[in-house]
């Protein structure tokens, strides 16, 4: 199992992720615009995948749509969905290679829900888009 981090250096993932599943984890950093490197980097060392689970966004701006500015409505969908997306296609080639139900596995947010929390009094409009977003991806 490879844990993606953005950085593996912060946090305590990097020490107890391994530490419970000796043999079984490994961290490695994931820097969403390097999906290409990555690809590699996991094909010269573990030949292929089984499942890649994309559980990693961010939510920087959570105001409401009218006061959200295009831009940062443009980078919550740069980095939440884009990069997500360009992750997929290039590790697929690992994914097909593995077995014959490879998965991919994109874990959206309760923002990306359209009936559960759209009342909700919170802004979330970048979040809970790219949420949406990363949903229908996924199901493709």
Not at 120 to 139: D, E, L, Q
Request: aromatic share 10%; charged share 15%.
């Amino acid at each position: 199992i490879l844990a993606g981090l953005r950085d593996p250096s912060t946090g305590n993932h990097q020490k107890t992720l391994p530490t419970k599943n000796p043999g079984r984890i490994s961290v490695i950093k994931y820097f969403s615009a390097e999906e290409k490197m990555l690809a590699k980097e996991i094909e010269t060392k573990h030949v292929h995948l089984d499942v890649i689970v994309a559980y990693a966004y961010s939510a920087t701006y959570i105001w409401t749509a009218l006061e959200t500015p295009p831009s940062e409505l443009r980078d919550h969908l740069e980095v939440n969905v884009i990069r997500m997306f360009a992750l997929l296609q290039s590790i697929y080639s690992l994914l097909k290679a593995s077995t014959p139900s490879p998965r991919f596995i994109a874990i959206p947010s309760w923002a990306a829900s359209l009936t559960a929390f759209i009342y909700v009094p919170a802004g979330h409009t970048c979040y809970g888009a790219s949420s949406i977003a990363v949903n229908y991806i996924g199901k493709k």
